[in-house]
């Protein structure tokens, strides 16, 4: 499986009704273009090839809107291996390497925190978060959710992962 080497479990995310970006003529390139290069689009937005696979499978879509329901219905019926490959894809967030050293020595230690309690990175969507307020998101969701029992964890995890494909797949479609 692919893994960018950009990707990070907190992208910049384009914000707004998605209906705006409907017609982007991306979407017609999407839908057109042959089934390996659709699912290696959406592995890139979801690392998870039996998600990848189904959401290619499903072409075309009429709308974004149409794109975006099939990726959550593709995405709550993905089996624990299927979330655990998508899991395996994300890349934990970091800070710019100008911030403060404590900031980075707290962010790591939070995410081994994290990935030693649960077995796998740490996903959130930070939809609507400035840059600069992001760090103290990531650090904020991590000692909540470190409080979460495994299957409560799971179900938020799986939760996130699906808002961050939607972003990516605005992305996608969008060109930006």
Same mark, same amino acid.
């Given at each position: 499986?692919?893994?960018? *080497?950009?990707?990070? %479990? ?5 914000? $707004?009704? %998605? ?13 057109? %273009? ?18 990848? $696979? ?14 975006? *329901?099939? %990726? ?30 404590? @900031? ?13 309690? =649960?077995?796998?990175? =740490? ?5 609507? =978060?400035?840059? @600069? ?10 000692? @909540? ?32």
């Amino acid at each position: 499986m692919r893994q960018p *080497a950009t990707r990070t %479990a907190v992208p910049v995310q384009k914000s $707004g009704p %998605a209906q705006d970006r409907a017609d982007a003529p991306e979407l017609d390139r999407f839908n057109t %273009a042959p089934s390996a290069e659709a699912e290696a689009a959406l592995l890139d937005c979801f690392g998870s090839r039996r998600w990848a $696979g189904r959401v290619a499978a499903h072409r075309p879509y009429p709308d974004l809107d149409a794109l975006l *329901a099939a %990726a959550d219905e593709a995405g709550y019926d993905l089996s624990p291996p299927d979330l655990a490959e998508a899991l395996a894809a994300e890349v934990s967030p970091g800070l710019h390497h100008a911030a403060p050293y404590s @900031a980075h020595l707290a962010l790591r230690a939070a995410h081994a925190a994290y990935e030693c309690r =649960f077995g796998h990175v =740490f996903v959130i969507c930070l939809d609507g =978060f400035e840059p @600069a307020e992001q760090p103290d998101q990531v650090l904020a969701g991590i000692r @909540a959710r470190l409080g979460h029992d495994p299957d409560q964890e799971r179900v938020v995890t799986a939760d996130e992962m699906r808002r961050l494909a939607r972003g990516r797949i605005i992305e996608l479609v969008s060109g930006s």
